[in-house]
């Protein structure tokens, strides 16, 4: 790969992953631009200043000093070591200060051309924006020195995608994801395997969903917990008057939870930002009405034709929101902030989108109308917050909601659903040994899911009565570095079936949903004659799952496939 072409690839990445991870920050920063006139004085005689100063610094320096890539390296690491300023306050005043002390740096010759770049690196590391940052140091600073920035940046950005599987799974999960070997035509896979020995009906892990839903005739029924899915006694239930969704709740705690993740943003009438941040919304909603329209359409669409999946990823949107605003407040007891460390060791270095854009995905089932709907939802709750969802966005975010998505299915789950009237390929379909009939709704697991299917699994997914808590078991002796798989589907031979029956099911019920035929050792060791014929009807050929553009060049120990 060409140096260029390598630099454009890194800076997407960089892109993606910071502005994925940056959204409620550039928007409030956005916001504070907009209705905030001092702000915006500051601004932009910082601006004019950068400015005036790089020109004259440039007229100085024609020679380019050389700084080596392990002085680079060196400076880089001290600078992640520094702790960024938690509030805007702070990070406003420093980015101001990192770019003034870059200006006087510039001047004072090529030998303070790496602090000079590490100080705008440092002024990058809070900026909203960062490609806009990038952009404008560019066109303001020598040469020399846009050329060590930009080597600080890519650096940077290669290191915490290359470094992502050392802090994920967090070491306390006994588990850790490895690249498998390419196989002829199958590309290299990303599988889960045990990081330690396990007796059979050893708990592997516990693990808590990032988001979840009831199914849909389950949701506002008042039976079970919205949240954490417990049975609801009669007269038991909390529901807020304003949610239009109507979600109930098993207590004021789980109700609490839910409107910190994602249902005051979708469904209520609170402010967004919290008051620290915002403290002219307190008492004052912004455009209380125009929000209650929104979300009053949006759940009347909600209702007659969401599927799962797309509910999901609503939630997931506004919980992704919720942790980057929780890490604009400093010092208060935060729950999203909490939950971020126990995703990965070290959880401050990656953000929701970084867990998020690693897993695989099929095509998502999105309409233009469900994106304008939640656009509305997310701009009434605060203006620019319509950004956070477009069409293709939403598409791969559902998408990767129907391939990971695992049904729970507490105490064996329910047996008194209504069997679907949908055409088979239209049946929704979840991760369930017991079978997508049975969950009581579903849920994503960010670790479990990296697990792969197998018709005769290692391991089997348990939750106990009243939560959706998932545990892992063991269902045989494993031994550290084995492959960790789950039945996707009802594996069992049932009694009215003979074993052909019960692998034809099985298989066609993967092709479907996950877009895979299934080659498992059992799968191969039960097969009939005619192979052929009965790939022709499975209708897949190859693993169809999707994988994001910018991971493809991901690095893995072991893998062999990283970027140049
Ligand atoms: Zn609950
Ligand atoms: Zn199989």
């Given at each position: 790969m060409s140096s260029s072409s390598r630099t454009s690839t890194v800076l997407t990445a960089a892109a993606v992953t910071v502005l994925g991870g940056l959204v409620a920050y550039a928007v409030y920063f956005d916001y504070k631009r907009r209705n905030d006139s001092d702000f915006r004085k500051k601004l932009r005689k910082e601006k004019k200043k950068v400015t005036k100063q790089t020109q004259q610094a440039q007229a100085a320096a024609d020679a380019a000093s050389e700084v080596s890539a392990a002085a680079i390296k060196d400076a880089l690491l001290k600078i992640r070591e520094e702790e960024i300023p938690p509030t805007p306050d702070e990070k406003e005043g420093y980015f101001m200060m990192q770019v003034q002390i870059g200006d006087q740096l510039v001047q004072k010759g090529p030998s303070f051309y790496l602090p000079a770049a590490c100080a705008f690196f440092r002024a990058l590391r809070v900026y909203p924006s960062p490609v806009e940052f990038i952009m404008m140091v560019q066109s303001t600073l020598p040469a020399p020195i846009f050329k060590i920035f930009m080597e600080l940046v890519n650096t940077d950005v290669a290191s915490r995608v290359e470094g992502y599987y050392d802090h994920f799974p967090?070491?306390?999960?006994?588990v850790s994801i490895h690249a498998s070997e390419p196989e002829g035509d199958k590309p290299a896979k990303k599988i889960l395997i045990a990081a330690k020995d396990f007796e059979a009906g050893d708990i592997i892990y516990t693990e808590s969903p990032f988001v979840v839903a009831l199914d849909a005739d389950l949701?506002?029924?008042?039976?079970?917990?919205?949240?954490?899915f417990r049975r609801i006694e009669e007269g038991q239930s909390f529901v807020a008057e304003a949610d239009k969704l109507g979600a109930v709740f098993c207590s004021t705690d789980c109700q609490t939870k839910a409107n910190l993740d994602w249902n005051n943003m979708l469904f209520g009438r609170e402010p967004v930002l919290p008051p620290e941040l915002d403290p002219s919304v307190v008492g004052n909603p912004t455009d209380s009405d125009g929000r209650e329209a929104a979300q009053t359409a949006y759940v009347k669409w909600l209702k007659a034709k969401a599927r799962q999946p797309n509910v999901l990823g609503a939630r997931f949107v506004a919980k992704q929101i919720a942790h980057e605003t929780s890490k604009l407040v400093k010092g208060k007891d935060n729950a999203l902030q909490a939950e971020a460390a126990l995703l990965a060791d070290g959880g401050e270095l990656y953000s929701v989108s970084d867990h998020m854009e690693r897993l695989r995905f099929v095509e998502g089932n999105v309409t233009d109308e469900e994106v304008k709907l939640l656009q509305a939802v997310f701009g009434a709750a605060l203006p620019g917050l319509e950004q956070s969802v477009n069409e293709e966005r939403l598409a791969v975010l559902v998408g990767k909601m129907a391939y990971n998505a695992i049904g729970i299915t507490p105490d064996?789950?329910?047996?008194?659903k209504s069997v679907s009237d949908a055409r088979p390929e239209d049946q929704e379909r979840t991760r369930t040994p017991q079978g997508t009939q049975r969950q009581l709704g579903s849920g994503l697991y960010l670790v479990s899911s990296y697990l792969a299917h197998s018709c005769d699994p290692s391991t089997r997914p348990s939750f106990v009565v009243g939560s959706n808590e998932l545990q892992l078991f063991a269902t045989r002796p494993l031994k550290k570095g084995e492959e960790l798989t789950i039945a996707y589907v009802d594996v069992a031979q049932h009694a009215d079936e003979s074993a052909e029956a019960a692998r034809r099911r099985r298989r066609v019920e993967l092709a479907r949903g996950w877009k895979f035929k299934c080659e498992c050792e059992r799968c191969l060791a039960e097969a009939v004659q005619d192979v052929e014929k009965e790939d022709a009807e499975l209708g897949v050929d190859k693993d169809g799952a999707k994988v994001e553009?910018?991971?493809?060049h991901e690095k893995l120990p072991g893998a062999g496939m990283g970027v140049d």
């Open positions: 967090p070491k306390r999960m006994n949701e506002g029924k008042g039976t079970h917990c919205s949240y954490c064996g789950g329910r047996d008194d553009q910018v991971m493809r």
